[in-house]
C-alpha cells in the first residue's frame, strides 16, 4: 500500500462566504518526492465546508487504496474523525444529539466513504504555526477566494 502524506486546508471570506481549499499531496518513489496540489473553491460557502471539502478533494486524487497520514488545522475535521462523530452522527440519521442535526451531511458522507477505502490517520497540525504545507495549503485556499472573487 503506497504512502500518502495529505496536506489540507480551508478557508472562507466571510462566513458564509466566498471559500476555497487548498491540498497538498506528497509520496515518495524511488527517493524522490512526488507533489501534487489542488486547490478550488464556491461562491458562497462556509469555512466547515471548505476544510471538509479539502480533506476530500486530497482523498478523490488517490487512483488506488493507500496508506494516508492526514495533517488538518481544523479540530471539526480531525476531532470527528478521530473521536467517532461523525460515525455516531451518520448512526443516529444524521443527528448530533437529540435537538440537533448534524451539519455538512452531504460531505461528511463522502468523506466517510473514502475513509472506508483508504487507511488514513488524521492529525491535528497548528494552523498559522510555520507549518511550511500547511501553510501552502492555507494560500493554496486563499488564491482560489481571491480567484472567485474577480
Known amino acids: 500500500m503506497k504512502k500518502i502524506i495529505l496536506y489540507s486546508d480551508g478557508a472562507c471570506s466571510g462566513n458564509p462566504g466566498p471559500g476555497g481549499y487548498g491540498t497538498v499531496l506528497l509520496f515518495t518513489a524511488k527517493n524522490k518526492i512526488h507533489r501534487k496540489e489542488l486547490s478550488g473553491g464556491e461562491k458562497s460557502t462556509t ?3 471548505m476544510e471538509l ?3 476530500i478533494k486530497g482523498l478523490q486524487a488517490l487512483k488506488e487504496p493507500c496508506e494516508v497520514e492526514l495533517f488538518s488545522d481544523s479540530k471539526y475535521v480531525v476531532d ?3 473521536k467517532g462523530w461523525a460515525k455516531r452522527w451518520q448512526a443516529n440519521n444524521w443527528q448530533r444529539n437529540k435537538t440537533d442535526k448534524a451539519l455538512n451531511v452531504d460531505l ?3 468523506l466517510l466513504d473514502l475513509l472506508q477505502q483508504h487507511k488514513v490517520t488524521c492529525n491535528w497540525v497548528k494552523g498559522h504555526a510555520d507549518n ?3 501553510e501552502r495549503c492555507d494560500l493554496l485556499a486563499k488564491q482560489a477566494i481571491a480567484e ?3
Do not use: D, G, H, S
Open 80 to 82: 470527528a474523525v478521530n
Open 132 to 134: 511550511e504545507e500547511n
Open 47 to 49: 469555512n466547515n465546508r
Open 108 to 110: 461528511w458522507e463522502v
Open 53 to 55: 471539502t479539502a480533506a
Open 148 to 150: 472567485l472573487k474577480q
